[in-house]
């Protein structure tokens, strides 16, 4: 079942169990399917990796948001922030844990032969590419240049 198909299944049951803020969410995940669906160039059907990216760059986007709220002491609109992301985290793969990071990236390095900060953008593109969606890049990003460092 593609994913699309499985949050209007979600929606159904959060709405017969009037889950609003489920449904929030749910209805989030799918309003940014369809737009990158439909997007100039897109192609009918969103591959795995790119209803993936889709899915991080909108709990990016809560996490964010509820950084900013918490800061402005808007505890109102940060509880619905957290809401929506703890709806949208379960679609996307599993994420890796720090040591996790640090052990597949102490192999990706001597793998590479990166030696210094200045080969981070070596590491981090291949990085990014293989750990996509398991991992966050600004996570990546500060192991790397701990392991460089």
């Given at each position: 079942m593609s994913?699309i198909?499985?949050?209007?299944?979600?929606?159904?049951?959060?709405?017969?169990?009037?889950?609003?803020?489920?449904?929030r969410?749910?209805?989030?995940?799918?309003?940014?399917?369809?737009?990158?669906?439909t997007?100039?160039?897109?192609?009918?059907?969103?591959t795995?990796?790119?209803?993936?990216?889709v899915?991080?760059?909108?709990?990016k986007q809560?996490k964010?948001?509820a950084?900013?709220?918490?800061?402005?002491?808007r505890?109102?609109?940060?509880q619905?922030?957290?809401a929506?992301?703890?709806?949208?985290?379960?679609?996307?793969?599993q994420?890796?844990?720090?040591f996790?990071?640090?052990?597949?990236?102490?192999e990706?390095?001597?793998?590479?032969?990166?030696?210094?900060?200045?080969?981070?953008?070596?590491?981090?593109?291949?990085?990014?590419?293989?750990?996509?969606?398991?991992?966050?890049?600004r996570?990546?990003?500060?192991?790397?240049r701990?392991?460089?460092?």
């Amino acid at each position: 079942m593609s994913l699309i198909n499985q949050v209007d299944q979600d929606i159904k049951q959060a709405m017969l169990a009037k889950q609003a803020d489920r449904l929030r969410g749910l209805r989030a995940i799918k309003a940014a399917l369809l737009v990158a669906r439909t997007e100039k160039g897109a192609t009918e059907e969103l591959t795995g990796e790119a209803e993936i990216k889709v899915l991080q760059k909108l709990v990016k986007q809560r996490k964010e948001s509820a950084d900013i709220y918490k800061a402005q002491n808007r505890d109102d609109l940060y509880q619905i922030e957290m809401a929506e992301m703890q709806v949208i985290e379960p679609y996307l793969p599993q994420q890796m844990t720090r040591f996790e990071i640090e052990g597949y990236l102490q192999e990706l390095i001597s793998r590479v032969g990166a030696t210094s900060v200045s080969d981070m953008g070596k590491v981090m593109g291949i990085a990014n590419k293989e750990l996509a969606g398991q991992a966050d890049g600004r996570t990546i990003s500060e192991v790397v240049r701990q392991l460089l460092g």
